[in-house]
């Protein structure tokens, strides 16, 4: 068992993308690539090619061959070229599709193992693996950092879209600590009444103005004075919660954030905590609304791996093919563990893997990552955890 255990720890650190392991087989072993390489999504792709030729150069292994193909961002197309690659090529691990759209018909081709970018996991194949950074990885980070600053009324708002599902199906999976969950609409003509019924506004204001009220009636001798500084405030009345988890990102995170402001509820009288934004600078700006909290991949290896493809590429990199870079070291580590014979047990059994995007785990093929998480404060972005 302590041998067991001495392995899996030199391979962790030798798989921080610094491997040089040698050939156990001189079998070549093919692993396919579904990208959308022509059409909207034709850079995307490219920049996931880019992304895995870093990370087999990291390798140095020239066992591994990768076949990249065309999806064209459509299901039929997948499921077409995913079935020549298994037929024509043998390929039984194939990293892609892009988006969780795409994987609808990959049920039909049972024996191949596909590791999908995507972040989503309802109406997934049983044979494909969402390999990206999930609800529940995020929420188990914001558990982590409840339990940090000692949160006991956290709200969640969720945006009436596509993604609610996967938020609420997080939210029950994990079973973060929630005083309540509401979801609101997107449309700005009606976001910020709804903000103000969560908050409690009309209430709040409305005993403002029945202090000053009471003042005016009253016999008391500072009435003047107490009555000035009333007239400073927007509301009287407590928070009913102490943080407020926003599922929303860019242009709508901000209308939700605004909106708080808004209704006397700033980011200095709760906790502000938004999904993972992928270090947006824009928010660096926002500084009304700071501090932000946000769970995230390591940001130091993110920009070692930025600078790295810029380098390597002359443009930059983007959310996804940071993630293709890791999900080619946990093939290749996988692989490695079972003496470079493709199983399907190499998915189903809890391995720990340490990448660029920090630990994750894989059991039952399911994919969770550990996440680090940070502040916005002061324009920077700062590291809690």
Known sequence: MKTDIKLIFSILLVFMFNFNFKALSAEKIKIGLLIPVTGEYGKIGESVINSVRL????????????????????PSTTLKIARQLYENDGVKIIIGPLFNSSTEY????????????????????????????????????????????????????????????????????????????????TD???????????????????NL???????????????????????????????????????????????VATSLLYTDVSSKRVFYINLN?????????????????????DKKNYDTFNSNYKKSYGKAAN?????????MGLIYYLIYKNNFVISNKMFSENNIFKGKTGIFQINNRNITHELSFYSIENKKFIKIF
Do not use: C
Not at 188 to 206: G, N, S
């Open 106 to 185: 990959l049920s039909e081709i049972p024996e191949v193992t596909f590791l999908s970018l995507t972040n989503k996991l309802t109406n997934t194949p049983v044979n494909v693996i969402s390999a990206g950074v999930n609800s529940i990885s995020q929420i188990n980070a914001i558990k982590k950092f409840q339990e940090l600053k000692n949160l006991e009324r956290t709200i969640f708002l969720i945006p009436n879209s596509n993604f609610k599902n996967e938020i609420e199906k997080a939210i029950s999976k994990t079973k973060i600590k929630l005083k309540d969950k509401f979801i609101y609409d």
């Open 188 to 206: 700005p003509t009606l976001l910020t009444a709804q903000i103000e019924k969560v908050t409690r506004y009309p209430q709040r204001k409305q």
């Open 277 to 297: 934004n992928w270090f947006d600078e824009s928010l660096l700006e926002e500084r009304s609304i700071h501090p932000i909290y946000f769970p995230s991949v």
């Open 55 to 74: 990370a087999l150069n990291s390798i140095n292994d020239n066992k591994i061959e990768i076949l990249p193909r065309d999806t064209r961002s459509d």
């Open 319 to 327: 959310q996804i093919s940071f993630l293709s870079y890791d999900i």
């Open 209 to 255: 103005l029945d202090e000053m009220e009471r003042l005016e009636n009253s016999n008391d001798a500072n009435k003047e004075k107490k009555i000035e500084n009333l007239k400073k405030r927007d509301t009287i009345g407590g928070i009913n919660f102490d943080s407020v988890v926003i599922a929303d990102f860019d242009e709508n995170f901000k209308s």
